[in-house]
T-cell receptor, first 113, second 115 residues
Framework: KAGVTQTPRYLIKTRGQQVTLSCSPI?????VSWYQQTPGQGLQFLFE???????NKGNFPGRFSGRQFSNSRSEMNVSTLELGDSALYLC????????????FGPGTRLTVL | DQQVKQNSPSLSVQEGRISILNCDYT??????FLWYKKYPAEGPTFLIS???IKDKNEDGRFTVFLNKSAKHLSLHIVPSQPGDSAVYFCAATSAYAGNNRKLIWGLGTSLAVNP
């Protein structure tokens, strides 16, 4: 079974731009969660999608948004990028609830200049 | 406020010895705990979990102990191997959260196993 894939792996943007990251979950998994990882803050939960519906949301500003498609693939978008948005963005899929065992992709390393 | 705390940012252990990684939590409603391991440039991978109805769970070289009264859990790796060198994350969740159930993560402990 193929694992969770994320594209692109690396991205460089400038302040004010917007970015879209993509995640393809493991086949059969219906839940996709997104995390932001920075050195000092660990894994910060962004949001979770299940069957195309946002089921849970972390404490991030509205510039961070996401969606899930009928095939469970998910995208997250960050608008009006700030320097502090530079981080590793991780996507995780699970069969059911996000608190079940999650399987992570390799992440997208976003650098905002 | 950090509900899941891993107070040791790093740990260094000799190959063949025991590695003990600690995790404390503040929310008494947490009832399920997980450990993940993360290598550089990769996403975290699930290692082992424990439910609050148990105080120990073992899987090969990895054992997790849970002390509910102290709100403390630990991951023991015996014997430690150089390939265990990674960042270890502790995570917790609560079934009582219902639809808002999500994993709460610690900041991680970087383990270095020296040959």
């Amino acid at each position: 079974k193929a694992g969770v894939t994320q594209t692109p792996r690396y991205l460089i943007k400038t302040r004010g731009q917007q970015v879209t990251l993509s995640c393809s979950p493991i086949s059969g998994h219906r839940s996709v969660s997104w995390y932001q990882q920075t050195p000092g803050q660990g894994l910060q939960f962004l949001f979770e999608y299940f069957s195309e519906t946002q089921r849970n949301k972390g404490n991030f500003p509205g510039r961070f948004s996401g969606r899930q498609f009928s095939n469970s693939r998910s995208e997250m978008n960050v608008s009006t990028l700030e320097l502090g948005d530079s981080a590793l963005y991780l996507c995780a899929s699970s069969f059911g609830r996000s608190a079940d065992t999650q399987y992570f992709g390799p992440g997208t390393r976003l650098t905002v200049l | 406020d950090q509900q899941v705390k891993q107070n040791s940012p790093s740990l260094s252990v000799q190959e063949g010895r025991i590695s003990i990684l600690n995790c404390d939590y503040t929310n008494s409603m947490f009832d399920y705990f997980l450990w993940y391991k993360k290598y550089p440039a990769e996403g975290p991978t699930f290692l082992i979990s424990i439910s609050s109805i148990k105080d120990k769970n073992e899987d090969g070289r990895f054992t997790v102990f849970l002390n509910k009264s102290a709100k403390h859990l630990s991951l023991h790796i015996v014997p430690s191997q150089p390939g265990d060198s990674a960042v270890y994350f502790c995570a917790a969740t609560s079934a009582y959260a219902g639809n808002n159930r999500k994993l709460i993560w610690g900041l991680g402990t970087s383990l270095a196993v020296n040959p």
